[in-house]
């Protein structure tokens, strides 16, 4: 592995964990955005990060400035990837605006760069021609906070080279994780795979009326000795990555509840500023959310 520069293309809220936690493992990191709006946002976040860093990792002072350091900031793709070894896309889990980013960034990324996505729930092989590089494209996708869920999975596609796939393995174990290989294309991944689908039902059992939210976790939580909810669970997610997902669902399917689901979170969520534990308020209210209440799990 011979990477040095990193680019983070997107900076939401895994695109800013990723290149914090890059910057800290002492990488020296890129973070783009479509504009500075955008990535003055992700300096907040990733300021915010500090204070993480040194409650759950023991980080000191110097090593969270150091990481904050080694970040640069850029709303020019092209100055962006300049000089890239590797970029790694967090950009909205949407097909046609990741085709279009990569087109344009094959296009202007060196020829030495490999692309890796962190899509959720995407497959590379979708991605792969619009990268004009299929052998130097791969998936690597990590979990939220990943600083403690420290968690990568490395997927390839048919096309992907396999110096390229141990390469990014190799990287993953640098930036601190738990590196993962999946050796075939699986949508959702390992996680997701598992995780899609319980917070699907959860939601379904929302919008079908069967309960509300604090009944569904409350259930889950006391039955199975979880510490968090579905629907805590997906304001850690964020509701614009769960609607990007039931979206596309619904489009793939005409499922009437998902339709209504998609409605639902875009209008009483997205629309209201709710978009979960990044702005203080999703499913639950932050930073002292209902279910952290000592009575929560009582009758």
Same mark, same amino acid.
């Given at each position: 592995m011979d990477y040095r520069k990193i680019t983070v293309a997107g900076s939401g809220v895994l695109g800013s964990q990723i290149a914090y936690?890059?910057?800290?493992?002492?990488?020296?990191?890129?973070?783009?955005?479509?504009?500075?709006?955008?990535? #003055?946002?992700?300096?907040?976040?990733? !300021?915010?990060?500090?204070?993480?860093?040194k409650t759950d990792l023991g980080a000191t002072d110097a090593e969270v400035n150091g990481a904050f350091d080694r970040l640069t900031f850029n709303s020019d793709l092209a100055q962006a990837v300049a000089d890239a070894d590797l970029v790694i896309e967090a950009i909205p889990e949407v097909v046609d605006i990741k085709i279009a980013f990569y087109k344009?960034?094959? #296009?202007?990324?060196?020829?030495? @760069?490999?692309?890796?996505?962190?899509?959720?729930?995407?497959?590379?092989?979708?991605?792969? #021609? !619009? @990268? =004009?590089?299929?052998?130097k494209f791969l998936a690597l996708h990590f979990a939220n906070t990943i600083w403690i869920n420290n968690t990568a999975e490395i997927m390839k596609h048919s096309g992907t080279d396999e110096k390229v796939f141990n390469d990014l393995i190799d990287f993953a174990k640098a930036? =601190?994780?738990?590196?993962?290989?999946?050796?075939? #294309?699986?949508?959702?991944?390992?996680?997701?795979?598992?995780?899609v689908p319980f917070l699907d039902a959860a939601e379904l059992l929302l919008v079908k009326e069967v309960a509300d939210i604090q009944t569904i976790d409350k259930t889950w939580q006391i039955a199975t000795g979880a510490p968090l909810g579905p629907f805590a669970i997906l304001d850690v997610v964020g509701i614009n990555t769960a609607h990007n997902i039931i979206q596309a669902k619904a489009a793939a399917t005409g499922n009437p509840d998902f339709e209504k689901l !998609?409605?639902?979170?875009? @209008?009483?969520?997205?629309?209201? =500023?709710?978009?979960g534990r990044s702005t203080g308020e999703g499913f639950y209210k932050y930073p002292n959310p209902a279910f952290l209440d000592p009575e929560f799990l009582k009758n």
């Open positions: 936690q890059t910057a800290f493992k002492g990488f020296e990191v890129t973070v783009y955005d479509i504009n500075d709006e955008a990535l #003055e946002k992700a300096k907040n976040r990733m !300021a915010k990060l500090k204070a993480n860093y344009e960034l094959g #296009e202007l990324a060196p020829d030495k @760069t490999v692309f890796a996505t962190n899509s959720s729930t995407l497959l590379p092989s979708q991605f792969a #021609e !619009a @990268t =004009g590089r299929p052998e930036i =601190g994780m738990v590196a993962l290989p999946l050796h075939k #294309e699986q949508p959702g991944y390992i996680l997701n795979s598992l995780l !998609a409605n639902l979170l875009k @209008t009483e969520y997205i629309d209201q =500023g709710k978009l």
